[in-house]
Each structure stands twice: as structure tokens, then as C-alpha cells.
């Protein structure tokens, strides 16, 4: 199994920006293609950016692209979400999930672990 950890979250203003972390313990985090999702009230969990093991590779989210960048440290067991020029539609608890086989999807359910999530608030 995989434990995952996110910190970085919180209140910040529009055009502000953010970095969220996900930390990984148990099996080899290299081996694991990592995804950020998040969700807003009354919203499904939806696709916000993903990374490759390797970190050669990313996708995101059309409403994020060229604001948002994803990246990992794989001697730190950490995938990061850079997230700058935030708006308020951002707002939403961000969950890190890690996904043990196959390529990289954009469905929440794919997903084998997850974090418990932290909260980002952008105020307008």
C-alpha cells in the first residue's frame, strides 16, 4: 500500500498563487503514476493535472493548463502542484491520488490511493 499526505493548501486571493505537496510513504513512489483531483461542493472529484513515473511526461486539465505545473521528486517520494493566477472557481479541497498500473487517466476511479485532501480557497 501507498500513504499519501497533501499540505500547502489554504486562503489566498485571485492571482495569487499556491503549492501543494503530496507526500508518499510504503511501497516505491516511483512506481506509481500520480494525478491531482479536486472537488467543489455540490461537484463531482474531476482531473486536475498528472505526472508519469518517470516525471517525463504531463497532462492537465484545459481549465488549469498554463497556470498550473505538476512535478515529482522521486528521491523525496513527493509530487508538487504549483498553482499560480488562481481564481475563485479554483476553490475546491485538492486530493493526490497514485495510480499503481497501466497510463495516465483522467478518472478519479482508475485511481488505487489517495490522500485525504487539503483545502485551497480563492477569494475574489
Known amino acids: 500500500q501507498v500513504q499519501l499526505v497533501e499540505t500547502g493548501g489554504g486562503l489566498v486571493q485571485a492571482g495569487g498563487s499556491l503549492r501543494l505537496s503530496c507526500a508518499a510513504s510504503g511501497r516505491t513512489f516511483s512506481n506509481y503514476l500520480m494525478g491531482w483531483f479536486r472537488k467543489a461542493p455540490g461537484k463531482e472529484r474531476e482531473f486536475v493535472a498528472a505526472i508519469s513515473r518517470s516525471g517525463g511526461r504531463t497532462y492537465y486539465a484545459d481549465s488549469v493548463k498554463g497556470r498550473f505545473t505538476i512535478s515529482r521528486d522521486n528521491a523525496k517520494n513527493t509530487v508538487y502542484l504549483q498553482m499560480n493566477s488562481l481564481k475563485p472557481e479554483d476553490t475546491a479541497v485538492h486530493y493526490c491520488?497514485?495510480?499503481?498500473?497501466?497510463?495516465?487517466?483522467?478518472?478519479?476511479?482508475?485511481?488505487?490511493?489517495w490522500g485525504q485532501g487539503t483545502q485551497v480557497t480563492v477569494s475574489s
Open positions: 491520488g497514485a495510480k499503481e498500473t497501466g497510463y495516465y487517466s483522467r478518472s478519479a476511479t482508475l485511481y488505487d490511493y
